[in-house]
């Protein structure tokens, strides 16, 4: 199984902050990576797909970036509903699977 | 406008069996593949199981494989998560998500989500 490590597990940032958080596949994934922003008690919504494209309807203060192994997710200007837990997801073989998230908190 | 709604959830003893449906709407159920996303609480996301478009082919992560049974009714624009032996730490939030496509594994809609909780 493909293992996604993302880090931090949390962040502490304030309004306005340009913020990257990263996830590792533990093999290459050839891009076949999604992120996704869950706000407390609400499901997950899709942000990014196939590591670099926005979602319609996503700010696009929001981007993706990386290949083989190694993935980002930046939020440029960080506003008040971005407050929230992203996941990355493995989404080219099967068994899918996650990262365990990063939590962004307001300093 | 795409809606998944979730329902069948509940307390269930340990052992027990439970089976969860999703009711679609707004879009061509029988077009897409859909799956059964999870998360225990406070707890990352686990993807629990994804069906074909006909229902002819499923997948499984190890962690459900032998209990969990996914399937659908193209008809009535309705999946399903029959799960079986249950245990302790199959307690969480369940959604229902669309796969993006066929050959591409994510997923562009979810639910709302339905908790389970196993406990005695």
């Known amino acids: 199984d493909i293992q996604m490590t993302q880090s931090p597990s949390s962040l502490s940032v304030s309004l306005g902050d340009n913020v990257t958080f990263t996830c590792e596949a533990s093999?290459?994934?050839?891009?076949?990576l999604a992120w996704y922003q869950q706000k407390l008690g609400k499901a997950p919504k899709l942000l990014i797909y196939?590591?670099?494209n926005l979602e319609d309807g996503v700010p696009t203060r929001f981007s993706g970036s990386g290949s083989w192994t190694n993935y980002s997710l930046t939020i440029s200007s960080l506003e008040p509903e971005d407050i929230a837990t992203y996941y990355c997801?493995?989404?080219?073989?099967?068994?899918?699977?996650f990262g365990s998230g990063t939590k962004l908190e307001i300093k | 406008e795409v809606q998944l709604v979730e329902s069948g959830g509940g307390l269930v003893q340990p052992g027990r069996s439970l089976k969860l449906s999703c009711a679609a709407s707004?879009?061509?159920?029988?077009?897409?593949?859909m799956a059964w996303v999870r998360q225990a609480p406070k707890k990352g996301l686990e993807w629990v199981a994804t069906i074909s478009t006909s229902g002819s082919r499923t997948y499984y992560p190890d962690s459900v494989k032998g209990r969990f049974t996914i399937s659908r009714d193209n008809a009535k624009s309705s999946l399903y998560l029959q799960m079986n032996s249950l245990k302790s730490e199959d307690t969480a939030t369940y959604y229902c998500?669309?796969?993006?496509?066929?050959?591409?594994?994510?997923?562009?809609?979810w639910g709302q989500g339905v908790m389970v909780t196993v406990s005695s």
């Open positions: 997801q493995n989404n080219h073989v099967y068994p899918l699977t």
């Open positions: 707004g879009f061509t159920f029988s077009n897409y593949y």
């Open positions: 998500a669309r796969h993006y496509s066929s050959y591409i594994y994510y997923f562009d809609y």
């Open positions: 093999e290459n994934i050839y891009g076949f």
């Open positions: 196939g590591a670099t």
